[in-house]
């Protein structure tokens, strides 16, 4: 009579078994770490679309003139608000810089000198550590000497997300 052979060939199929379970687990514990990850960008992503919108609005509040190549915080010319700091919000209001830069044509321009606009938006996400950079282009339209136009006419004409910060941005600039 053979005793503990049953020991003998269980055993195998339980070390399986756990490896499986084991293997498993760091799956699934990937798998969560990236979905955060995910969120943490989209999170990051639609801050920085917050300011572009929100330098939209203070393009049409600031005059030609009152346009500054510093770096301003989500709101603060706007007076617009944006939930951050605690749970699952954004770590920390977004940025944003205008420039204006003369808008050359093709052929000689008889009236007066016309620009457009590009906002650079920093933006992080849940963390401080994921952070995403967008710039758009904004011209303003013609209507605005008579004085019935809105935020919205403000076009965008180009829109692009960047992999560094440009040359010219000073986040000293920025109040937090």
């Given at each position: 009579m053979v005793v503990g052979m049953a020991l003998v060939s269980c055993t195998p199929i339980l070390l399986g078994m756990a490896l499986m379970l084991m293997a498993a687990q760091?799956?699934?514990?990937?798998?969560?770490?990236?979905?955060?990850?995910?969120?943490?960008?989209?999170?990051?992503?639609?801050?920085?679309?917050?300011?572009?919108?929100?330098?939209?609005?203070?393009?049409?509040?600031?005059?030609?003139?009152?346009?500054?190549?510093?770096?301003?915080?989500?709101?603060?010319?706007?007076?617009?608000?944006?939930?951050?700091?605690?749970?699952?919000?954004?770590?920390?209001?977004?940025?944003?810089?205008?420039?204006?830069?003369?808008?050359?044509?093709?052929?000689?321009?008889?009236?007066?000198?016309?620009?457009?606009?590009?906002?650079?938006?920093?933006a992080v996400g849940l963390r401080s550590s994921t952070q995403v950079l967008l710039q758009a282009d904004f011209i303003k339209p013609l209507c605005q000497s008579s004085g019935q136009c809105t935020p919205s006419d403000y076009t965008r004409l180009a829109w692009r997300m960047l992999d560094k910060l440009p040359t010219g941005w000073r986040v000293d600039d920025a109040t937090h």
């Open positions: 760091q799956i699934v514990g990937d798998s969560s770490a990236s979905a955060f990850n995910v969120i943490d960008r989209q999170f990051a992503f639609q801050s920085a679309e917050a300011a572009l919108a929100d330098a939209r609005q203070a393009l049409f509040l600031l005059s030609d003139a009152a346009v500054t190549s510093h770096v301003q915080t989500y709101g603060a010319l706007t007076g617009n608000t944006l939930p951050h700091g605690d749970g699952l919000q954004i770590h920390q209001l977004p940025d944003f810089q205008i420039s204006k830069n003369r808008l050359v044509f093709m052929q000689d321009q008889t009236g007066p000198d016309r620009y457009f606009y590009r906002v650079t938006a920093a």
